[in-house]
């Protein structure tokens, strides 16, 4: 197999954890501002039924093509021809969402921080530093994460805890005003944040304790909505109605912390939560990405092309948008149907196909890494 190392499937929650709440600490809160004003802390809640769903499909799917990767089994499943097409069209979206993820962290460290640094060198050091992780392979970022995840939530929560005496809970109020609706439209950009559990269709097959994942997997969505819904309502009772002003109102929530003119301005505290929380969340797609570009190429190791990948990503990444204005409005419209057709209706269509090829069709021989079937082998 081209990676020999092995996480549990806490680990697999564990990294997949930091992967979605990032991000989406950042720009949720203000995202669904504009579509649910008040409600915005309830849509995470209907997002995560996408989440719930994706890990139940991809759990599912492997579990009729066991020990197989999402690359691997889609083969198994559409034919030879038509899976690697598929293939190479994940290849394309991962190569475009890394440089995504990649850009988001530049914009955000220079808006924030550095604003005097050049955005080339601010993701370019982030890319090395992750290209040492992923060569390490995939048992050395579950391990990485299982060391930082419980500071960057310890750290979280420090900062919710100090902005308590600050909020106003009638900024709350009231609850569905104007009805379902606003959330549920809210719920729609929110779901594209849950759809990166697609990647697990990549880790399954390396875990350690396979029976316990379906659980662990469920219990990561949980967590991350929890995460979620936590920080929209810490945003909306510190900023009441500007919160959807701001393009991050976490930030701001850190800066705004006044303890007894003691403890104040933790926005470097936040800055090392959010920077903690991007390394993993970039090292594991980038892992991912390195992964599906082997097993399509049929290559013996991934090793050998992370830094190749990495330079190509650098270079998209600072291609991809003209500025943070442009990336925001592209994660919140145009790439909602992009995201969700590639990671989440697909899965599901592919689930359908192989379960009806199951009960009515002839089964499918199972196709080996080079892509030919067993019996092809005998001859």
Known sequence: MIEKGRISSFQMAIVMYPTIISTSLLSVPSITAKYADKDLWIAPIWASLVGYLLVYVLFRLHKLYPGQTFMEYSVSILGITMGKLLGFIYIVFYFINVGIMIRE????????????????????????????????????????????????????????????????????????????????????????????????????????????????????VLAVMISMVLCGIISLLLLGDIVGSFSYPVMLAARYISLADFLEHLEATAMAVWVLAMFIKISLVYYVLVLMVSQWFQLPGYRSIVFTVGYMLVVYSKWVASSREVLNHMLSTSLVFFYTTIQVVIPVLLLMIALVRKKWGKPKEPVNRLGSTAASEKN
Not at 126 to 133: D, L, N, R, T
Not at 164 to 192: C, R, W, Y
């Open 105 to 220: 962290y530049g914009e955000f460290i220079m808006d924030a921080f550095l604003r005097q640094t050049p955005i080339i060198v601010v993701m370019s050091s982030m890319v090395i530093v992750c290209a040492f992780a992923v060569r390490s392979g995939l048992e050395v970022l579950g391990r990485v994460a299982q060391f930082f995840v419980p500071i960057v939530v310890i750290l979280l929560f420090l900062i919710f805890s100090l902005a308590m005496p600050d909020l106003d809970a009638k900024n709350m109020l009231p609850i569905f005003e104007h009805g379902i609706t606003p959330s549920l439209k809210a719920a729609v950009p929110t779901q594209t944040w849950y759809s990166e559990f697609f990647d697990l269709g990549l880790l399954i097959p390396f875990l350690s304790d396979r029976e316990k994942g379906l659980k662990w997997g469920m219990i990561s």
